[in-house]
């Protein structure tokens, strides 16, 4: 439906009339033109015609219509492709009938079909063999694409069973259409003894006990005896750690059982934790369950060396011990005959000084590049401290010289390492340390981390310094009488917590290595699912440690049985990056090799694959959930032979329409091409008349 408005009055029209009348009268009207009466009136009347359309067009009339679009319902097909649902139906005849509801559909309707288990993906295959299930990420998925289209139907296929994500009945999804779900799986209790969860960390430290808790289950099972046990799965076969009997004391057994274990070998190790069978479960699966957990030999040996016994010393090892992982021990100026390579990081107290000068230990600290943490007092002698680092060098002091009473302020935009906000807020309250007297000048390569504040002066003296000095990272605290602080801390907020993460800290930034291979290969966890692609990173680094990327790399991964998996990285911007896919379940090393400029460069590392069994732990199906989702969203619950039944209930469901929407759509009557050519006709035809009759 069209029509024309214009923006002028219309009596305007009237005016382009009279004004298309003057020009063929002034024309026409007693014309020299030797023709007949009716070629004249005719030639007249085209000028008429023409010039009043073209008065007419100079009033901008506007032509508007009505748009008509007819957008088709959709219906969109949605399948659990994960395997509880595999185990517990028919998959063949499923398949036949699944296919089948989607051809009858398909005939009057634009049908979008998804699968869903781990993830959500739009695709045909119904493969059964996903290791999770994520209901609430399909509804969303849908609504989010779908609830602002012409959405007829939501058709779910699913057992009910999720393990990921939360729980779909619960959540508000704007889906405008009826919601179908169809009940797969097996609602019957039968007897089952099971696995329920297992919780455990991910990371142990060497030495260390860790708790592994168990969930366990059984159904219709009363009376039976059960044996749980935890055992080591390793490349030399398995050894069992623990065992005890259980005996199942109704038809819903659920117990919990902790496992404390010894972290005795360093690297990612597979336990293994198995309940034996108790005849005519359901399924065996669930029986046994593999976890695997980082063992890092984090251990730090770190040695207080001291010119004598002093309170800082009890201080700085109750609060390095407070670390699970540090072992402190304290020593005494020459009396010492240890080795300090044995330590990773050497702490001298009151060191050099006048009397003990500790020239032996000072040249094995700097030939071993042991990171070394100096706390000076106010009477030690400075060229000796000078001599032993250049972060933070003293002028003045000495044992004539009284010391000064500072406290400490944070050093603005210090960053090496991070400080809580609590610890920053107490550090200008701890009480005043004793520091030299003399002036303090700050050494290349040092950073400061406190400095001092004399009375009610801020300075700009450091009081604590950290960097590198002759090649190993090293720390200056230019005062003593840490234990003070200690002590504060706890009167003050009940703990030493923010003592005891500043000297942490110190510590952790002190011992930290620098990595210096020019090839560095890495896994973007230490453990992987079994389901998740294995992910390696590389960098390559020439003379000057650019990073570089022109050579090419290759990597090989070896895998239980010794087998073997060849990739070759793929070049990044300025790295190497490899993706390669999921692997089977099990312990993996690999071996990457690059050269640069003739020199072959390796880097080597380990990594695991564990396993993802949820899907197999529980398979009774939840069709209360279906239920309760269908008669949420006006749908109703099926199951498998009702679906041909479903397709022909959708072909006459009124909610299953071609939805029309109409748009007036406005444009100007200039643009209409048909308009030009009239205009172009009459005038021609004008012209021509007026040839053929021997005018101009």
């Keep these: 439906m069209e029509n024309i408005s214009f923006t002028y009055p219309l009596w305007y029209l009237l005016l382009c009339g009279l004004a298309g009348l003057v020009v063929a009268l002034l024309l026409y009207y007693r014309s020299a033109i030797t023709a007949s009466r009716p ?55 499923y398949r036949a009938e699944w296919a089948a509801l989607r051809e009858a559909l398909a005939r009057d309707h634009r049908v979008v079909h998804y699968t869903f288990g781990s993830t959500v993906r739009e695709e045909d295959e119904l493969s059964f063999s996903d290791k999770q299930t994520n209901l609430d990420a399909v509804l969303s998925e849908i609504a989010d694409l779908y609830g602002n289209q012409n959405l007829g139907a939501v058709v779910l296929a699913t057992d009910g069973i999720y393990n990921q994500g939360p729980n779909p009945a619960y959540r508000d999804l704007p889906l405008r259409a ?7 799986g097996d609602t019957t209790r039968r007897r089952d003894l099971y696995i329920n969860r297992v919780f455990h960390n991910r ?31 390793g490349e030399a076969g398995t050894s069992v750690l623990h065992t005890e009997s259980l005996t ?72 390095l011990v407070s670390g699970r992982n540090n072992e402190v021990e304290i020593a005494y100026g020459n009396k010492f005959d240890g080795r300090l390579s044995d330590y990773d990081l050497v702490v001298l107290h009151h060191l050099p000084s006048a009397v003990q000068r500790v020239s032996r230990q000072l040249e094995e600290l700097r030939a071993g590049n042991i990171p070394t943490l100096f706390i000076t007092g106010p009477d030690l002698p400075a060229p000796l401290v000078n001599a032993a680092q250049e972060l933070l060098q003293l002028s003045g002091g000495g044992a004539q010289v009284q010391g000064n009473e500072v406290t400490a302020r944070l050093a603005p935009g210090f960053s090496a390492f991070t400080l809580s906000e609590e610890l920053r807020q107490a550090l200008p309250t701890y009480p005043p340390l004793s520091a030299p007297f003399g002036e303090f000048r700050v050494g290349p390569g040092a950073n400061p981390v406190l400095l001092q504040r004399i009375g ?90 650019e990073l570089v990327n022109d050579p090419e790399a290759r990597v090989v991964i070896t895998g239980p049985e010794d087998r073997e998996y060849n990739y070759t990285f793929t070049r990044t911007a300025n790295a190497y990056a490899l993706n390669a896919g999921t692997l089977p379940v099990g312990n993996y090393r690999y071996r990457a090799t690059a050269a640069h400029n003739g020199e072959e460069l390796v880097s080597e590392g ?66 209409v091409k048909w308009i030009f050519f009239l205009l172009f006709g009459l005038f021609v035809a004008e012209w021509g008349l007026r040839r053929w009759s021997g005018g101009y």
Aim: charged fraction near 20%; proline fraction near 3%.
């Design 456 to 545: 009610r002066v801020d300075t700009e003296y450091p009081l604590l310094v950290v960097g590198e000095s002759r090649g190993r990272r090293t720390g200056v605290l230019a005062a003593s009488g840490l234990w003070q602080w200690r002590l504060y801390d706890y009167l003050e907020y009940g703990n030493h917590a923010r003592f005891d993460e500043l000297v942490s800290q110190l510590a952790q930034f002190l011992t930290v290595q620098e990595d210096k291979r020019r090839f560095r290969v890495s896994v973007a966890e230490n453990i992987f699912d079994e389901n998740e692609p294995v992910i390696l990173d590389g960098e390559l680094y020439n003379t000057s440690y």
């Design 248 to 319: 199942i004391d109704g038809p819903d057994f659920f117990t919990t059982r902790e496992v404390v274990l010894d972290a005795d070998r360093a690297g990612v190790q597979r336990y293994r934790i198995a309940v034996s069978t108790i005849g005519q479960e359901v399924t065996t699966a669930n029986n046994q369950r593999d976890i695997f957990v980082d063992v890092l030999d984090g251990r730090q040996s770190i040695l207080l060396l001291a010119a004598a016994p002093h309170p800082d010393l009890g201080a700085l090892r109750q609060a």
């Design 39 to 93: 070629l004249l009136w005719g030639m007249a009347a085209l000028r008429f015609l023409g010039y009043t359309l073209l008065a007419v067009l100079l009033l901008a009339p506007l032509l508007r219509f009505l748009q008509t679009d007819r957008q088709e319902p959709i219906i969109v097909l949605a399948q659990d492709v994960s395997e509880s649902v595999g185990l517990e139906t028919d998959t063949t005849a």
């Design 203 to 233: 990371i142990a430290y060497l030495e260390d006990k860790f708790v592994i808790q168990v969930d366990l289950s059984a159904r219709n099972a009363a009376g039976e005896r059960t044996a749980l046990t935890v055992s080591r799965v």
């Design 606 to 671: 380990r990594f695991s694959v564990q396993a993802v069994e949820v899907e197999r732990y529980a398979l009774e199906a939840d069709h209360g959930l279906l239920r309760q989702l269908s008669e949420r969203y006006g749908g109703s619950l099926l199951f498998p032979g009702q679906l041909a039944a479903l397709a022909d209930f959708l072909a006459q469901s009124e909610a299953v329409k071609p939805v029309l929407y109409q748009t007036v759509t406005t444009r100007s009557v200039l643009n």
């Design 178 to 184: 009826p919601v179908y779900t169809v009940g797969l």
